[in-house]
């Protein structure tokens, strides 16, 4: 004989069997989705659905609601809240959300609904301007010489070394540089001013 708070027990049991229990939700994507409302960027959300025995449910009607004031946002029809199936393997995403411009941490609620069976969460979702600061620009590589400029080094140290040359022979006094010849036949005279080499001062 069943006592009375046995009786209860049973037909709780029973009540729930009927109903067809609870369905569990799990987030496999976006618990804590950061969405960027200057760029209209959202992070993706994706949950699942479990029966009563543990399995993937499928062909249960999942439904995302955002709030209506505050950090918050809204799908591509303009709801604040969009109904989606599970597949096969138990699983639904969000799709289509549009933050907004109010930034800050909002909750995500998430509701599952399948004949008698139901089942909720709340994911914690926030509204923040990702970094778009551009990398530091590196430092600009060495300008090379160009071949003119190596030439005319060259041309002004010849001519350096043949003056030197030319005040060590005379003992000091300046000396006229050579002379050369153009491919006309004139001549070409490169003049050197006064170079006098003494001591060190």
């Known amino acids: 004989m069943l006592t009375r708070f046995g009786l209860l027990l049973a037909l709780s049991a029973a009540s729930l069997c009927a109903a067809g229990g609870i369905l569990e939700i799990v987030p496999i994507q976006g618990e804590h989705a950061v969405h960027d409302p ?4 959202a992070s993706p959300t994706v949950i699942e659905v479990h029966d009563a025995a543990g399995k993937p449910a499928r062909g249960v009607e999942v439904t995302f609601s ?16 969009q109904l989606v199936t599970t597949g096969s393997d138990g699983r639904a995403s969000m799709v289509g959300f549009q933050p907004n411009s109010f930034e800050g941490p909002f909750s995500l609620a998430v509701s599952a609904h399948a004949q008698d069976a139901r089942g909720s ?14 990398p ?16 005319l080094l060259i041309i002004l140290g010849v001519g350096a070394a043949i003056t030197a040359a030319s005040v060590a022979a005379t003992g000091g006094s300046p000396a006229a540089a050579p002379s050369a010849v153009s491919p006309s036949g004139g001549p070409i005279t490169i003049t050197v001013g006064d170079i006098r080499v003494g001591p060190p001062q």
């Open 136 to 151: 530091m620009a590196s430092s600009a590589a060495p300008r090379k010489s160009s071949g003119m400029g190596k030439k």
């Open 121 to 134: 969460i709340v994911l914690r979702h926030s509204n923040r301007p990702m970094s778009t600061t551009p």
């Open 38 to 41: 200057i760029r209209g960027i």
């Open 66 to 81: 955002a709030p209506a004031i505050g950090p918050s946002g809204r799908f591509a029809d303009g709801s604040r809240s």
